[in-house]
């Protein structure tokens, strides 16, 4: 079992920035790729970024790339999401997620998910 605990989410002016963060605790944290994805209420859970075990290769939703980073530090079992120039459209809940397959930790199908964090932006 992988227990993910987000914290970092808040209220935030659109153009503003968020780094959301997200601890690890149970299984050996180097054993998971981890990702980041997102919910508004109404709609379906998407994918927003994810980084390898290692850390050394990472993905993003195109609509993303450019604005969010992912970044992980095996040594402190976490794995962060700095949002950068943020929009009212990225309001939702974000969630951390772990997986110890690549290609199922882009997909809703990820075995471990946090409580998520709500991030609002106003305009």
């Known amino acids: 079992q992988v227990q993910l605990v987000e914290s970092g989410g808040g209220l935030v002016q659109a153009g503003g920035s968020l780094r959301l963060s997200c601890a690890a605790s149970?299984?050996?944290?180097?054993?998971?790729?981890m990702g980041w994805f997102r919910q508004v209420p109404g709609k379906e859970r998407e994918f927003v970024a994810a980084i390898s075990w290692t850390g050394t290769v990472s993905s993003y939703a195109d609509s993303l790339k450019g604005r969010f980073t992912i970044s992980r530090d095996n040594a402190k079992n976490m794995v962060y999401l700095q949002m950068n120039s943020l929009k009212p459209e990225d309001t939702a809940r974000y969630y951390c997620?772990?997986?110890?397959?690549?290609?199922?930790?882009?997909?809703?199908?990820?075995?471990?998910w946090g409580q998520g964090t709500q991030v609002t932006v106003s305009s």
């Open positions: 149970g299984r050996t944290f180097s054993d998971y790729h």
């Open positions: 997620a772990a997986d110890e397959n690549w290609v199922i930790i882009e997909t809703i199908g990820v075995r471990y």
